[in-house]
């Protein structure tokens, strides 16, 4: 399996604009996460979604933020409008919920860069 | 609310030195508990995994230990180098909905 997969790697835009960050899951776990990372704030955990169903969303920051997962395999988390605070490093990571298996495994991550 | 900590924040050891890493966790009612390591710019290296049923977990170098009684895990790291020179993150995933928390991090710097 190739992990799970963000894109894209590097995001710069300006502010007011929307942004869609993406993440394939790796085949088979059931659980996904969105965390953001900043300096100040360390890893937070934004949303996660069990079985493609959003579980709990209480650390989304606010309603510019939004999450989807259309499919076991794909899910995005969009920002509109972007402001410059919203400049971190999104990470994408999945798990399997089974007796032995439920390693939590990240993605490279996506930084954003918002002028 | 769900918590972690971890600390030291930041720890400075000459290259050989044993050392331990520690976080602890509010609420009991936990999964498992997983250490990652982070490079500078990099995403997350998973290093242990320990079910709640465990005590510790060993490889290489790394022994990991857990406590859910009082709420504490510990990571031990044998003989150091300067290539364990990282940030060191602790995450608990609890029952009741799997929520996964990650407390701040440990930045370790191992001196040749």
């Known amino acids: 399996d190739a992990g799970v997969i963000q894109s894209p790697r590097h995001e710069v835009t300006e502010m007011g604009q929307e942004v869609t960050l993406r993440c394939k899951p790796i085949?088979?776990?059931?659980?996904l996460f969105w965390y953001r990372q900043t300096m100040m704030r360390g890893l937070e955990l934004l949303i996660y979604?069990?079985?493609?169903?959003?579980?709990?969303d209480s650390g989304m920051p606010e309603d510019r933020f939004s999450a989807k997962m259309p499919n076991a395999s794909f899910s995005t988390l969009k920002i509109q409008p972007s402001e410059p605070r919203d400049s971190a490093v999104y990470f994408c990571a999945s798990s399997p919920i089974r007796t032995g298996a439920n390693v939590l495994t990240f993605g490279a991550g996506s930084r954003l860069t918002v002028l | 609310k769900q918590e972690v900590t971890q600390i030291p924040a930041a720890l400075s050891v000459p290259e050989g030195e044993n050392l331990v890493l520690n976080c602890s966790f509010t609420d009991s009612a936990i999964y498992n508990l997983q250490w990652f390591r982070q490079d500078p710019g990099k995403g997350l290296t998973s290093l242990l995994l320990?079910?709640?049923?465990?005590r510790e977990q060993t490889s290489g170098r790394l022994n990991a230990s857990l406590d859910k009684s009082s709420g504490r895990s510990t990571l031990y790291i044998a003989a150091s180098q300067p290539g364990d020179s990282a940030t060191y993150l602790c995450?608990?995933?609890?029952?009741?909905?799997?929520?996964?928390?990650f407390g701040a991090g440990t930045r370790l710097f191992v001196k040749a």
């Open positions: 995450a608990v995933r609890y029952t009741g909905g799997f929520k996964t928390i």
């Open positions: 979604f069990n079985n493609n169903v959003p579980i709990d």
């Open positions: 085949s088979g776990h059931d659980y």
């Open positions: 320990i079910q709640s049923s465990q």
